[in-house]
């Protein structure tokens, strides 16, 4: 009887560790005991142990026999240690030569009958194998040709405990040894990934797919049932590269960690396509367990793709909880015996319905859901999350024309320019595959498109632009930006898409592609650095508020770039833009501008009121006229807007909110307008507050012109601002493009009063959508002025306010604005020790009570109870009833008098005390 020594490996997470078995043979009782944190499986190896070794024809020895797995401080898990200890066993035991096992790795499960069975997660112990230094691992037959995608380590498969023990016996004696018979090929092909050309029609879901496997960004789909959304992830994966060795290695060890290896030869070379279930639980998608820690479903998609079908019927706390797995590209989960990572940079691909019914899209719209349910829905899916996602695409259900038409490329095509993208940025300093996260900064070569530097809350399209489609031919942007939906439930507009031609340096520009800034229109133009000014300044004058087209061109080409390219009529400018400037007097603007006074704000100035960055479109500048500084003042205010044709009870209320938000260091913000606008402007002025009036037309056209003097007024303390360079005359379209400043520029809206059908309701709606509070002031039930705010409070779109009071505590800020501290009268009881006031409280009102029942209802023994009811007596507060005890008769009713209240304690009293 002697020690025998032989080696195996442990699994932690997806990373293996080399474990010492030591087996010690000694006399004693019978027993087999396994020392070393194993768990329940490893606990149990000896009775597979003793069955094997006797039916292999090598019964282990009827002694007292103690294996010892070291590291004996790290938790052992699993089956895999059998074969280890039945080999160290027999070795103490003299059936096996000890020197021959002594450095050799010993992976496998041991049938009752001796057979050698194969086990889970083999590929990362045979690498950790190989890590320590290990030559030689003997393993099952049925892992040997996962055992074999490692190099570095010689593999010996092994079926039956009685045929290894031998072949050991022969090696200590000099005798050959068989060579290791190699493991048959698996004769299943890998089925093909999913055909893009499969997708009929959705010409915008297939781009926004290709520029997803271009740029590994995040890619959220929203459209109805059948519309194909679940076919436009599935095959994404078939667009991206094939994964390299090391990426290969790490995605086929957590296979096999997961057991999904077995229909495969080699190593998973394609990117993995996960899609759990909406049920899954957070282990099942984060990892985790409570005895052996697992893998979840996004380390099971590390270097592919990890798709969410119905992803708002995902549990909140599951869908919160990939928020930092996208940020890091890993996983730790926290257990009592440590912390374990797993690794986890994938692609996310989010695919929900508009509404709960599915039908709430479309010109045929048959959508059974009610407001409420619609916003419930859509948000189940939390801003944080939405916002690392970088494309949102709305997917329509296909035409019958589209279904009719031409099937579109096939995937094999679409791969080709996803690889010619990844090509052109790895070469600007961008890597092959980088996981789109939220904050990554944008690279900056020669080759990015001036303007592509935009700063902002949200992903700009100049990142795409960059990280995408600098491919030689073409420069492809999409606009995320957009908050408002244009289909019930949608958290964002559906994406945009401008086409320019790409100035990369594999296709330089030639000289007439890129205008000099000189000559003509822009001669005019100052040669500091308020140029780009200056250019957004010809800019209101040839764009509409608005246009989308026109910001497109300025965000990524540059407003002077852009201007420049319009003026030359390159052909890929829009027709409109191209006929406005025609006609533009640049310098007549600047000079006209300069003689009011006026200033040109626009981003990046530490005036331009950082909200309106939030909008889909927002503007290329503001005309500001007035001593207040248009950003501080926007920080804290509030818009107030309501109808035109008003009541008096609107205009009364409009300016007591008007007049009293000034107090609390709010400023109002309005469009000047009849009714509640002109009220609101009014009450603040009266106070000497700072308003600010939003025009629909140029800061020289005042509207309406009976409103003249208050705007005037206004200019003189608070701030006139429009997007509509001077001249321009106030439109319909114009006031709606108005209205979603003044949402997007305050911190809450309160609309006062308005019709069903009203451009106050269209500039709450702005504000709601962009995440701002909305107040509404409750009417007469029988104005039908008001019937648009009834209609809000019932569909519980917005709250109901009455005061400044509720307004502030819906739009204030925590420890800004929050309201001030009010201490009621000091009562005697006060001072009392913290005992005293126990039984003071356990102490009846009424009928008294016996010191036992006291006693039990304060929790203290009798003793300290009597103790406190003789002080609380000379306090006043208590009072004896034969051998009972109760409150003092209107203790609550006698107030302090004033001196008193004055000094108690140092604290002040706002009001005496009042009969409780």
């Known amino acids: 009887m002697g020690l025998g020594r032989t080696r195996s490996v442990g699994l932690r997470g997806v990373e293996g560790f080399l474990v010492e078995v030591e087996s010690d043979v000694a006399l004693g009782l019978p027993a087999f005991t396994v020392s070393g944190r194993a768990d329940a499986a490893c606990a149990q190896a000896p009775d597979r142990v003793r069955a094997a070794a006797s039916n292999s024809r090598h019964p282990v020895p009827q002694r007292r026999i103690t294996v010892n797995l070291s590291p004996a401080s790290v938790l052992k898990v699993g089956s895999g240690f059998d074969l280890a200890i039945v080999v160290a066993t027999l070795a103490a035991a003299g059936e096996i030569p000890a020197g021959v096992v002594e450095e050799v790795v010993h992976i496998g499960e041991l049938g009752l009958d001796g057979s050698v069975r194969p086990v889970r997660g083999l590929v990362p112990l045979v690498v950790a194998a190989a890590k320590a230094g290990a030559r030689h691992v003997v393993v099952p037959v049925g892992n040997a040709k996962e055992a074999r995608l490692v190099a570095g380590v010689q593999v010996h498969p092994v079926a039956w405990l009685e045929e290894l023990v031998a072949r050991y016996r022969t090696l200590a004696h000099g005798g050959p040894v068989s060579d290791v018979p190699e493991p048959d090929a698996l004769s299943e092909p890998e089925r093909p990934a999913p055909d893009l050309a499969d997708v009929v029609g959705q010409a915008e879901g297939r781009l926004a797919v290709e520029i997803a496997a271009a740029g590994a960004h995040h890619l959220y789909l929203v459209g109805p049932p059948g519309a194909g959304k679940s076919m436009l992830a599935e095959r994404l994966p078939g667009l991206l590269p094939e994964l390299d060795d090391h990426q290969a290695m790490e995605v086929t060890a957590i296979a096999s960690i997961l057991g999904t290896l077995a229909s495969f030869d080699g190593l998973c070379r394609r990117p993995p396509f996960v899609a759990p279930h909406h049920g899954a639980s957070m282990p099942a998608i984060i990892g985790g367990g409570s005895g052996h820690v697992l893998p979840g479903a996004v380390t099971a998609a590390h270097h592919g793709v990890l ?57 045929a719209s048959s959508c059974s859901c009610t407001p409420i349910q619609q916003r419930r829905y859509s948000g189940r899916l939390s801003g944080p999350i939405l916002d690392r996602i970088d494309i949102q695409v709305h997917v329509p259900a296909p035409s019958r024309a589209a279904l009719l038409g031409e099937p579109g490329e096939s995937s094999e095509v679409v791969r080709a320019r996803v690889f010619q993208a990844r090509a052109t940025a790895s070469c600007g300093g961008m890597p092959a595959r980088m996981p789109s996260t939220v904050g990554s900064p944008v690279p900056s070569c020669d080759r990015a498109p001036s303007g592509s530097a935009r700063h902002g809350p949200s992903i700009s399209t100049a990142r795409l632009t960059v990280a995408c489609c600098r491919c030689g031919a073409m420069t492809v942007a999409f606009d995320w930006r957009g908050r408002s939906p244009t289909w019930p439930g949608a958290p964002r507009r559906p994406a945009t898409t401008w086409v320019w031609p790409c100035r990369c340096a594999t296709n330089p520009p030639s000289p007439h592609d890129r205008p000099a800034l000189s000559g003509g229109l822009m001669s005019v133009l100052p040669t500091s650095l308020t140029q780009d000014r200056w250019a957004r300044a010809a800019w209101s004058r040839v764009a509409e508020p608005g246009d989308r087209r026109a910001v497109g061109l300025v965000e990524t080409l540059g407003a002077v770039d852009a201007l420049a390219a319009v003026v030359e009529n390159r052909p890929w400018a829009p027709e409109a833009l191209r006929t406005r400037v025609a006609g533009l007097d640049l310098d007549e603007v600047v000079q006209f501008a300069r003689r009011q006074g006026w200033r040109m704000v626009v981003p990046g100035d530490a005036e331009w009121p950082s909200g309106l960055d939030a909008l889909g479109a927002p503007p290329i500048g503001l005309w500001v006229d007035g001593p207040a ?12 807007v309501g109808a035109r044709a008003c009541t008096a009870y609107g205009m009364g209320v409009a300016s007591e909110l008007g007049a009293g938000l000034p107090d609390a260091g709010y400023a109002v913000v309005s469009g000047a307008a009849f009714g509640i606008d002109r009220a609101a402007h009014a009450g603040t002025l009266s106070v000497r507050g700072t308003t600010v009036a939003v025009l629909a037309g140029g800061l020289d056209r005042p509207y309406p012109v009976s409103n003249s003097e208050l705007i005037a007024k206004i200019r003189a303390t608070g701030a006139l601002v429009s997007e509509v360079a001077p001249g321009g005359a106030p439109t319909r379209s114009r006031f709606l493009q108005r209205n979603r400043l003044i949402a997007t520029m305050t911190v809450g809206t309160i609309v006062v009063e308005a019709g069903l059908r009203s451009g106050s309701l269209h500039t709450a709606g702005q504000a709601a959508d962009h995440g701002r509070p909305v107040g509404v002031v409750p009417g007469p039930v029988t104005s039908r002025v008001s019937a648009g705010c009834h209609q809000w409070i019932r569909d519980g779109k917005g709250v109901l306010v009455t005061d400044v009071a509720e307004v502030l505590d819906l739009v204030g800020r925590l420890g800004v604005d929050a309201a001030p501290h009010r201490s009621g009268p000091v ?19 009424r009928a008294p009570a016996a010191i036992p029942t006291v006693a039990a209802h304060a929790g203290l023994d009798v003793g300290q109870t009597l103790a406190s009811l003789g002080r609380l007596e000379l306090a006043g507060v208590a009072v004896r009833v034969g051998d009972r005890w109760k409150q003092t008769p209107g203790r609550l009713t006698q107030s302090p008098d004033a001196e008193a209240v004055a000094d108690v304690g140092g604290r002040e009293v706002d009001a005496p005390a009042t009969p409780g």
């Open 307 to 363: 798709f969410l079908d119905e992803a708002p019927e995902f549990r909140p706390g599951v869908m919160q909880a990939l928020r930092q797995p996208i940020e890091s590209g890993h996983v730790v989960v926290a257990r009592a015996i440590g912390n374990i990572r797993f690794p986890c940079e994938f692609q996310l691909v989010l695919a929900a319905n508009p509404c709960p019914c599915g039908m709430g899209s479309g010109k």
């Open 629 to 640: 500084d248009l950003g501080g003042v926007c920080i804290g205010s509030v818009a107030i």
């Open 827 to 845: 009562r005697p009881e006060d001072e009392l020790p913290p005992q005293d006031r126990l039984v003071l409280a356990a102490l009846p009102v």
